[in-house]
């Protein structure tokens, strides 16, 4: 027989139902009158948690939330199996959270593909970043760039610990080719906080240069996003 996750954190505090406050005080209402910026943290969480557990209103259950997860950036790359283990919150609540989180994400990442040139390393940082960096396994993909250096779309080759057997050329260097891309850019995220790359990383890049040479596509850079930090190969001169 299955046992239950343990639940965490349950709620102590006990207040009023939301609706028995003065309007002005009530997120939602606060909200349609002065703005997003007037809420909290707290009250902006209450707003998609939509009701409370029990006697705790939703405002008490957003606190204690933030209170065991310490901030809405940590918050964010939480799963939901992870928020269901957390005292108050069910499917409905978690599913709710984690898609919030998903669309803050696309929204930071959604620039049109459009005529994106990309420059620098900062300019693939600036887009992909908000995507990846709370993402718990490595996830490898492909910039297919056209000869201004334009980003024409990108392509997930693989998911999970890299490795060679996983991150073929010729998976990478199919969709160029279909394309057809000038170049490539090689970007995957680290999610351990340390852009660093391993050995594995440059064994890899090396691969793919010498494929993309005998193509005549050629690798411009690649570029690992953590958390906070990102590494460029051109930069680090590993290309």
Partial sequence: MAIPPKK?????LYHSKITDWPEDERPREKLMRRGCSSLSDAELLAILL???AGKITAVDLAKTL???FQSLEHLASRSI?????FKGLGDVKAIGIVAAFE???RTAANRSFEKYSIVSPEDVVRRYQPLLRDQKQEEFKVLLLDSANHLLRDVTISTGILNSSLVHPREV???AILEPAASIILLH???SGNPEPSSEDIQITRQLIESGKIIGIPVHDHIIIAVEKYASF????LL
């Fill in 173 to 175: 260097f199919q969709p």
């Fill in 189 to 191: 995220n680290h999610p």
């Fill in 50 to 52: 939509r009701s409370g």
């Fill in 81 to 85: 199996q992870e928020l269901r283990c």
């Fill in 234 to 237: 051109a930069e680090m001169g």
């Fill in 8 to 12: 965490v954190s349950e709620p102590s």
């Fill in 66 to 68: 933030l209170k065991e």
């Fill in 103 to 105: 669309i803050g994400r």
